[in-house]
């Protein structure tokens, strides 16, 4: 079991959560002889350039063929193996989302599925690379779970926690390299059970991905500034954790952060079950918008769709003091 | 020897004439429904063998782990899968009778229910032949013997992801799977040459990895020849060439049979010409 601790989460986020992936795919073929990663040509990327080598007979390449992963990830399920399936997030999803609506959603086979450069961390690609429609792909499919660990060590916790699972699931990967540190230390993880990482009382975040770190910094601007502002990090985004979300009814605003587009992605979600209290705070949505952006470095790209300190205080305060004015 | 031969053979001729017989019970009972009756028909003598003779499918025990396995990628054919798997044991009459019936597992594709013999939900056309890979590969890596056969139309080779799994099995070398393609050249809209320009199956077969083989798809002994092919680190293609709607004057070759309402004086035709009268 790799330890969480502070100087593995320093070499994880040096890493960034692909690499992770890589360490931890070692990590569990090593204690399953019927664990498999399968891949579509993607498997140096996901950190798994040694791993044929070093567990022979436990991975598979496909090819450049997703549509193909999915189903000989499905058999391999059905048969007995525990398959892990990983290329970029929009091509494990988008691309072969009847495959994955048949055999995961229908057959329900616990096929996990990993998607690399979830959002927009490799938007210097352009478009074509970007996942920021992956969770709206997934999520009307009955009983595949959706995780956006917030870091490395959530990345580990949520691999283990993976492994143990029956159903179909979906592990959405963000960021790039050098990626934000929220834990350092051991802490319960639980697939469907949000963490709070920082009480408070008016304004209440919820964000998933790497983008947790941007909103922990967010909130603490505006608490210089006389706002109280409670963390959610919602990792996972389906089965969706209601009883956190039933927690914040009396807060004034409910901020949403996600990298995805506006449409369809975690706000959605927390907005389709709040939408039918009677007593709920206003939602805002902060996403990265509606249309693609154009290609470019990530840093510019979070910047451009105002998905960095900056941009969600401001959004946010804005909000805030239109609400306290009775708008 | 040859008269057990013979007696087995005759078996299966009459086991595709039960088929038959059921086909059109189980499409006239639809009513108003209609069902997909001309991709059923070219694809009886097929599944007879399949079930009655080659797969080593085990309905006693439908969860061995040593069994064969069948996937049927052109899953519009369930009148006659389903009744296949009435011959083999899987299922029911009660079961067959209430085919598309509110409420029935027994539904115009085929719902997964391995009790029942139903390895895969097909329906959504293109998608078997790589979940019959991966099946194949893990029983492969097993060393159990078991064997992966999945019947595909050939207007269903138009999807991609046929080619992409094709090239899967080649790749790894499955000679555990059996790939059978009702090779009846007509598709919903035409001909599966004049909307889809399908040339060359064979060729295509063969030029992806496959060890490919003719055979007519209605003859019983040439069907049972086929299977037995070598095919060592190679799947087996079995190009059936077949008549859709075979053994319906009025069906045969006929696009608008492939999903259609029967009437009852088309049924009681149609159950003449099957039983020869």
New interface residues.
Partial sequence: MLEISRKNARIWSMLGMRRVVGIMLEELAGSDEHFIFATADLGRYLGAADFEDKYPGQMIDVGIAEQNLIGVSAGMQQEGFHVFAGTYATFVTARALDQIRVNLGYMNLGVKLIGAAGGLSDGNFSPTHMALEDIADIRPIPGIAIISPADGAEVVKAMYALAEYEGPAYLRLTGRANTPVIYTEDYDFKIGKAVCLKEGTEIAFVASGTIVATVQKAAAELEKKGISCKVINMHTIKPLDTQALDELEEFKLLVTVEEHMAAGGMGSAVAEYMGAKAKRPVQQIIAAGHEYPHAGEYEILLETCGLTVDGIVKKVEGRYRELQNGR | MENQKKFVENELADMAQRMKRKVLDMAYHAGKNGAHLGGALSCIEILAVLYGSVAGVQAQNPCAESRDKVLIGKAHCVLAYYTALYEAGFISEEDLDSFEKNGSDFVGHPL?NIEKGI???G??L??????????????K??GNGSRVYVLLGDGECQE??VW??M??AA??ELDNLVIIIDNNGIQSDGTTAEVAGMRDLKGKFHEFGGEVVEVDGHDINALKEAFGTEHARKPLVLIAHTIKGKGVSFMENQASWHHSVLNEEQYHKAKSEIEGI
């Fill in positions: 997964k390895e895969y939900a329906g959504s293109g998608m078997a032949l790589s979940v019959a890979c991966g099946m194949a590969y893990r029983a890596h097993k991609g992801s992409e799994a090239m899967f790749n790894y």
